[in-house]
């Protein structure tokens, strides 16, 4: 593990979907990461797609949530809500074991946003341009809240 990155114990805090692009998504208990595709039944898998999987740390949200903002795990639309990795740190490349199947590599951090998505309109901000992260499934599996997270 690269320490420098590594703020506590990494592990999954929630695990969201949703059917429709650029909404808050729904947290799940666990769901199923599909190699080359990404969350079984979210709008952003896609076969060969480098935006399969979207990673968005608690410690992003709680900056928000300093701000007054009530918000939460899947309202920024990621799939996956960390703690203790500074994703936005990572390279691209970086591979992360995710529970104890699952791998999934770094393919972008951060997105542009050119026009404000639901979640900028509805928040009046939206950390995932510059806080969250992008991920290709390499290898799929169960993932559910409490699994380990890490940098491999």
Request: net charge negative.
């Given at each position: 593990m690269n320490s420098e990155n590594i703020e506590k114990e990494a592990k999954v805090v929630a695990v969201s979907t949703s059917p429709l692009t650029g909404?808050?998504?729904?947290n799940i208990m666990q769901g199923m990461l599909i190699e080359n595709h990404g969350l079984h039944g979210d709008a952003h898998a896609e076969n060969e797609a480098h935006r399969q999987l979207s990673l968005l740390a608690i410690e992003s949200i709680q900056k928000m949530r300093d701000l007054g903002l009530d918000v939460y795990p899947g309202d920024f639309a990621e799939n996956i809500t960390t703690e203790g990795i500074i994703l936005k740190e990572l390279q691209i490349g970086t591979k992360l074991s995710i529970g104890k199947q699952s791998v999934v590599?770094?393919?972008q951090i951060g997105k542009k946003c050119y026009n404000p998505c639901e979640i900028g309109r509805q928040v009046g901000e939206c950390i995932m341009p510059t806080e969250g992260i992008f991920c290709k499934v390499l290898e799929g599996g169960k993932i559910r809240i409490g699994d380990g997270l890490q940098i491999i």
């Amino acid at each position: 593990m690269n320490s420098e990155n590594i703020e506590k114990e990494a592990k999954v805090v929630a695990v969201s979907t949703s059917p429709l692009t650029g909404t808050k998504k729904t947290n799940i208990m666990q769901g199923m990461l599909i190699e080359n595709h990404g969350l079984h039944g979210d709008a952003h898998a896609e076969n060969e797609a480098h935006r399969q999987l979207s990673l968005l740390a608690i410690e992003s949200i709680q900056k928000m949530r300093d701000l007054g903002l009530d918000v939460y795990p899947g309202d920024f639309a990621e799939n996956i809500t960390t703690e203790g990795i500074i994703l936005k740190e990572l390279q691209i490349g970086t591979k992360l074991s995710i529970g104890k199947q699952s791998v999934v590599q770094v393919t972008q951090i951060g997105k542009k946003c050119y026009n404000p998505c639901e979640i900028g309109r509805q928040v009046g901000e939206c950390i995932m341009p510059t806080e969250g992260i992008f991920c290709k499934v390499l290898e799929g599996g169960k993932i559910r809240i409490g699994d380990g997270l890490q940098i491999i």
